[in-house]
């Protein structure tokens, strides 16, 4: 059965240019329940840890430099059928490509820039969520 969680992660260009509020809003919105959420400017390693499975792909570099360039705000979030209800959400990883009304199509720049990530299976959402939130992941507090 897929999970009620999953990670996302507003991105540093979405940050920066204030849309933090206006994502949460939308995602609210749209029936999500954040869990837990926090303001935090990743290390270069900690981005490159978060990033592993990319290890060696062309973008790698770049996405390790712009996630650790400023602040971003990692979020667990609620609903049902988590990971594809959220990757439905925020739209293919390019935003030309992202369909209307999702966070990407509203918020992105680029495709390396994309304003959100969000966990792509229930056992990388549970990694995720515990590479931001370890003791609540631990205790399984989120209720
Ligand atoms: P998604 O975030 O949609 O799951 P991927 O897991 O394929 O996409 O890639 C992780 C992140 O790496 C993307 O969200 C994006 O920020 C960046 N990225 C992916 N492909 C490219 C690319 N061709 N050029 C620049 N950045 C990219
Ligand atoms: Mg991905």
């Known amino acids: 059965?897929?999970?009620?969680?999953?990670?996302?992660?507003?991105?540093?260009?979405?940050?920066?240019?204030?849309?933090l509020g206006n994502i949460?809003?939308?995602?609210?919105?749209?029936?999500?329940?954040?869990?837990?959420?926090r303001?935090?400017?990743?290390?270069?390693?900690?981005?490159?840890?978060?990033?592993?499975?990319?290890?060696?792909?062309?973008?790698?570099?770049?996405?390790?430099?712009?996630?650790?360039?400023?602040p971003c705000f990692p979020m667990a979030l609620e609903k049902d059928d988590a990971v594809a209800?959220?990757?439905a959400a925020i739209g293919a990883t390019d935003p030309?490509?992202?369909a209307a009304g999702t966070v990407r199509r509203l918020y992105a720049e680029s495709k390396g820039r994309?304003?959100?990530h969000g966990s792509d299976s229930d056992e990388n959402a549970a990694r995720e969520i515990g590479f931001f939130f370890p003791e609540r992941e631990r205790a399984g507090l989120w209720g």
């Open 1 to 19: 059965m897929a999970g009620r969680m999953t990670l996302g992660i507003v991105k540093p260009d979405a940050v920066a240019k204030s849309h």
């Open 24 to 37: 949460i809003a939308h995602l609210e919105s749209a029936g999500w329940k954040v869990r837990a959420g």
């Open 39 to 70: 303001l935090v400017r990743l290390a270069k390693a900690e981005a490159e840890a978060f990033y592993e499975v990319h290890r060696g792909r062309p973008f790698y570099s770049e996405l390790v430099e712009f996630m650790s360039s400023g």
């Open 85 to 87: 209800a959220f990757r």
């Open 96 to 98: 030309a490509e992202a």
């Open 114 to 116: 994309n304003a959100v």
